[in-house]
């Protein structure tokens, strides 16, 4: 069974870092678009950054470009989601998920990713 298992999320102060980290398990994901998104109570799911296949393409949202970056090992099966300069706002659970459809992003949105982890919480203190 395809599953994706994120870690490293936590309680870190305003101005800090955390690197999340997403495992792939039960099939290969290296091969697939990644993605991380996240859900604050009250809110809807909103897209942060995707990687393509082979990490020659990235995207970001606004909210966060300059501040995380989504690298991946294909060897381990596994992205990660670093963030850095981390604000209150930045509160949330934070979800990774595949694209199976496609090699190259082509969505941010989450209906068109098809595996989902089952979230980390990260939560930022002022």
């Known amino acids: 069974q395809a599953q994706l298992v994120e870690s490293g999320g936590g309680l870190v102060q305003a101005g800090g870092s955390l690197r999340l980290s997403c495992a792939g398990s039960?099939?290969?994901?290296?091969?697939?678009?990644m993605g991380w998104f996240r859900q604050a109570p009250g809110k809807e799911r909103e897209f942060l950054a995707a990687?393509?296949?082979?990490?020659?393409?990235?995207e970001y949202a606004d909210s966060v470009k300059g501040r995380f970056t989504i690298p991946r090992d294909r060897t381990k099966n596994t992205v990660y989601l670093q963030m850095n300069s981390l604000k209150p706002e930045d509160t949330a659970v934070y979800y990774c998920?595949?694209?199976?459809?496609?090699?190259?992003?082509?969505?941010?949105?989450?209906?068109?990713?098809?595996?989902w982890g089952q979230g980390t919480q990260v939560t930022v203190s002022s």
């Open positions: 998920a595949a694209d199976l459809s496609s090699v190259v992003i082509k969505t941010t949105l989450a209906r068109g990713y098809e595996i």
């Open positions: 039960g099939r290969t994901f290296s091969s697939y678009v």
């Open positions: 990687i393509s296949w082979n990490g020659g393409g990235t």
